[in-house]
């Protein structure tokens, strides 16, 4: 069984940064991809990024492109987002996912519960 657990989530002005955590455990981390996506209120989850196994790879969604950063660390099976300029839009719950390298979250098999970021105007 696989467990994911984020953190890093809050309250942040716009133009600040957070920094998200996912930390995996309960299965070989480093043979999957990982994503990052979203859920605001009354709104479908969006992805927002995913980076493959290696780390060699990433993609970003539109929204988020040149404002957040992707990047993982194999040997403590964590998985960052970076988030910089932060806007009022990019309020939601955020959430990890461990998968195949997709933007459509049915190509993930684990989640994890979630954490708030909350950005004011």
């Known amino acids: 069984q696989v467990q994911l657990v984020e953190s890093g989530g809050g309250l942040v002005q716009a133009g600040g940064s957070l920094r998200l955590s996912c930390a995996a455990s309960g299965r070989t981390f480093s043979n999957y991809a990982m994503g990052w996506f979203r859920q605001a209120p009354g709104k479908e989850r969006e992805f927002v990024s995913a980076?493959?196994?290696?780390?060699?790879?990433?993609v970003y969604a539109d929204s988020v492109k040149g404002r957040f950063t992707i990047s993982r660390d194999n040997a403590k099976n964590t998985v960052f987002l970076q988030m910089n300029s932060l806007k009022p839009e990019d309020t939601a719950v955020y959430y990890c996912?461990?998968?195949?390298?997709?933007?459509?979250?049915?190509?993930?098999?684990?989640w994890g519960q979630g954490t708030q970021v909350t950005v004011s105007s």
């Open positions: 996912a461990l998968g195949h390298p997709s933007g459509n979250p049915n190509e993930y098999n684990y």
């Open positions: 980076v493959t196994w290696s780390g060699r790879f990433t």
